[in-house]
Structures are given as C-alpha cells and as structure tokens.
C-alpha cells in the first residue's frame, strides 16, 4: 500500500500532537509542587499546561482513529517513532537539554527505518 501524501501528513501531525503533548507536560511538571502533597494535586487540577496536554492527546486520539481507517496498524504504527526525534529537539530549543552526537545518529536511523519502510510499503 502507498500513503497518500494526505496520509503521510496525518500521520506526521499524530507525530507531533503527541510530541507537543509530552512537552507540555513537561511545562506542568516544570510548574507543579510536588504531586505527593494535596496542594500539589489540586496544583495539578488547575494547571493550564496539563489541560491543554490532555486536549492535545485526546485530538491526537481522534486523528489516530481516522489514521487507522485508511491505514494499516503496521504501517502507521511507525511514524510514532518521529516523537523520539521531535520531543529531544523541543527540549533541547524550550528546555535547554542537551543532545549529542548519538541523538543525530539516532535521529538519521529512525528516519532512515521510516524510508525503508515506506519504500517497502509501496511495493
């Protein structure tokens, strides 16, 4: 089967709801005390960045539903291996994280897998 390049978006913008999710959970994480006292839990009840998390995986979600429809599982499974590449650069722009020399040969083998799958796929 060959993705259309309508698919291929969807399945990249799962990729990145999913990425831009887990940074913002980073960003509740970054503002909450500590979740193990009930200040901390009511901390986490009001937290806009939490909220706005679970918005975003709950759209990611609904999208993953519609991907599945007109994809198959094995091969739109793999794209969810863009978040390993999307959420380290997040962090590293928005956090300061450090990334290495392995991260971008990580990176160029996920990204070389994703090519040898799609050029499986379409044959």
């Known amino acids: 089967m060959t993705l ?44 806009f960045w939490f909220w706005t998390a679970l918005t975003l995986y709950g759209t990611a979600t609904l999208l993953w539903i519609i991907i599945l429809q007109q994809v198959p599982l094995s091969l739109a499974y793999p794209f969810m291996a863009l978040g390993f590449v999307f959420v380290p650069v997040a962090s590293y722009i928005l956090f300061k994280e450090p990334l290495n020399l392995f991260y971008g040969l990580g990176v160029l083998l996920i990204i070389g897998g994703l090519g040898v799958i799609m050029t499986l796929a379409s044959k």
């Open 4 to 47: 259309s390049l309508t698919q291929i978006a969807q399945l990249c913008s799962f990729a990145v709801l999913l990425a831009a999710g887990q940074i913002l959970f980073k960003l509740s994480a970054s503002t909450l005390p500590p979740l193990a006292s009930v200040n901390g839990m009511v901390a986490l009840a009001t937290n």
